[in-house]
């Protein structure tokens, strides 16, 4: 699993901008507030709250997770039900698992949009630069497309690998060359537990319904 980034660099943000994934958007129908302690919220209606200050009011998807990350605020952990549309929406559409989507989200990410991993993975799905620019990620930060991004890469290791759901799983974490080389499970022990992480979530994530309660809790391993 990746490293969370150092706590300067630990950016926060509600992560409302799943919602108009799915609703679709209009010019000047995406807000970004910020509230008194640093945190951004994009969200696509205005808030009734005196406390939020409105930092743009913008048409553009593409560019509300930069504007968010622009403030370095207080380490935030996402609601576990909060981007179950926005997954919804794209493993539907890519012929994805729900349940697989959002484990490798937990384990990668713990939902927060903004963390970065040792090794320069990003963003929710934990995208590496090149996977990003393969799949046409402008903002790695935005959660619609870095989730988008990350299921059409388990699409492709889903091909790659008939359907072998420990391989698909091994080679989002250790690259598809490696499994590749090995013929399975390559013997990394980050790998590995990466592997029985994300089958326990899956497994978790399959008994719930799609889109899981606000106050859902993650299991403990």
Known sequence: ?????????????????????????????????????GTRVVTDHQLNDKRARLVRATGAVRDAGKLAAQKNSPVFREDPA?????????????????????????????FNPYSVSNKGACGLMQLMPQTAKRYGVFDIY???????????????????????????????????NAVLQ?????????????????LYYKRFYATKSPIITADATLPRT
């Open 182 to 198: 090995y013929q399975g499970i390559p013997p990394y022990e980050e790998t590995q537990s990466y592997v029985k992480r994300v």
């Open 82 to 110: 909060t981007y179950d549309r926005l997954i919804q929406r794209y493993a539907d559409e890519f012929g994805v698992e729900f349940a697989l989507v959002k484990a490798v989200m937990t384990v990668e990410s713990a």
């Open 142 to 176: 935005n959660p619609v497309e870095n989730v988008r991004a990350g299921v059409q890469y388990l699409r492709h290791l889903t091909e790659l690998f008939d359907n072998k759901i420990h391989l698909v799983i091994a080679a989002y974490n250790a690259g598809e």
């Open 1 to 37: 699993m990746p490293e969370l980034p150092a706590t300067k660099r630990r950016l926060a943000a509600l992560g409302l901008l799943a919602s108009v994934a799915v609703c679709g958007t209009a010019q000047g129908d995406i807000y970004v507030y910020e509230m008194p302690n």
